[in-house]
T-cell receptor, first 115, second 110 residues
Framework: DVKVTQSSRYLVKRTGEKVFLECVQDMDHENMFWYRQDPGLGLRLIYFSYDVKMKEKGDIPEGYSVSREKKERFSLILESASTNQTSMYLC??????????????FGPGTRLTVL | GEDVEQSLFLSVREGDSSVINCTYTDSSSTYLYWYKQEPGAGLQLLTYIFSNMDMKQDQRLTVLLNKKDKHLSLRIADTQTGDSAIYFCAASGGSYIPTFGRGTSLIVHP
């Protein structure tokens, strides 16, 4: 059973703080993704990674950076948190040979509040 | 790029059928997915369909694909209160990165 875990379910930070959101998957998947989910806006892709040390910008990368030093771990970094980054953050992973129809596996999400 | 649209809310009575609709814009979309998100949880894949199919059935779930109109639907038979959740439609094609709709909140009344 694929497991994607995220370091925190709930997080409260102050404006200007540096925030790290961690995601770990245990199935040796090459691809990993970070999304944010806001009511009425659905999921928006922030960054994704095809493999270790590789990263690509998604639709809304501004204010975020990522790190993928090990295959199983994909970190999302908010360099200087702002109130408009209050959101639910979802991590997902996917095998490289996803064309089998297998698709993304999601973590439980981190609800981040920036005060 | 791809655009995926779905209505935001659907309310049904327990025992009735629910039909959630989705439209997409990229005719080269190869894989179309339905995900379910229960309160406070991540997304869970419910079912998917390849673009060369027009129907897929899995127990209480029926997916219909009209490729000409770029329309996808998810029918849940005998809807139960446990089916209350947000349902996301997603499509992936040439870019292989899925595009998600905004999600449909299904509310099931006893």
């Amino acid at each position: 059973d694929v497991k994607v875990t995220q370091s925190s379910r709930y997080l409260v930070k102050r404006t200007g703080e540096k925030v790290f959101l961690e995601c770990v998957q245990d199935m040796d998947h090459e691809n990993m993704f970070w999304y944010r989910q806001d009511p009425g806006l659905g999921l928006r892709l922030i960054y994704f990674s095809y493999d270790v040390k590789m990263k690509e910008k998604g639709d809304i990368p501004e204010g975020y950076s990522v790190s993928r030093e090990k295959k199983e771990r994909f970190s999302l970094i908010l360099e200087s948190a702002s109130t408009n980054q209050t959101s639910m953050y979802l991590c997902a992973s996917r095998p490289q040979d996803w064309v089998r129809g297998d698709t993304q596996y999601f973590g439980p999400g981190t609800r981040l509040t920036v005060l | 790029g791809e655009d995926v649209e779905q209505s935001l809310f659907l309310s049904v009575r327990e025992g009735d059928s629910s039909v959630i609709n989705c439209t997409y814009t990229d005719s080269s979309s190869t894989y179309l997915y339905w995900y379910k998100q229960e309160p406070g949880a991540g997304l869970q894949l419910l079912t998917y369909i390849f673009s060369n199919m027009d129907m897929k059935q899995d127990q209480r779930l029926t997916v219909l694909l009209n490729k000409k109109d770029k329309h996808l639907s998810l029918r849940i038979a005998d809807t139960q209160t446990g089916d209350s959740a947000i349902y996301f439609c997603a499509a992936s094609g040439g870019s292989y990165i899925p595009t998600f709709g905004r999600g449909t909140s299904l509310i099931v009344h006893p």
